[in-house]
């Protein structure tokens, strides 16, 4: 009877622990998916502010031509610069001052000490592997990317794709010809810090 008894008190919290273990489970797992949602969702609606406001931009350009203004230099952590377009990919998102973290959830970055969007230079712009910059795993050689920002639309040319060292700073060089070079984590669905960088290299070319 004793040994029935223990036997029937073990099996009691066994059943108690795997309760409770299955009800964290399902609370942490409502926690994160709210999270993610929320997270999405402040993003999606970060995404359409910034498309308003590069409209402003555009239409304040306009306005500067028309009286001659000369127009003010944007420095600041996530302003907006401008959008990226990659037709192919279905890629189309606000480019933001700067690659903090909270800069980088909203959109993507401007690296710092690159040529800003649509001037001449080498155009560094950073995003997350696993949002915005995720359809670049399937970037390849003549995609066709578009820089649009207030002064107009600058087209570049796809010509290489590699994966770099963290370290390999050199694909940033600066550089006398207009490029566009994007950068992301590697590999895309590799769990915790990324051990490489995914780089995607265009040239700008002419409008027809």
Partial sequence: MKRAAAHDGFAMR??????WVRWFLLVTGVLALTYVSVTLLRATLYQKA???????QVSSQEQRRVSQTPALAVTREGDVLGRIEIPRLGVRVAILEGT????LRLGVGHITGTALPGSAGN???AGHR????????DARANDEIQIQTAAGVSLYKVDWVKVVAPGDTEVLASSTESALTLVTCYPFYYIGASPKRFVVHAQRIEQE
């Fill in 14 to 19: 066994g059943r108690a622990f795997v309760g």
């Fill in 50 to 56: 910034a498309a308003a406001t590069l409209e402003e």
């Fill in 123 to 125: 155009i560094g712009i």
């Fill in 130 to 137: 696993d949002t915005y910059f995720r359809a670049l795993k």
């Fill in 100 to 103: 903090s973290s909270r800069t």
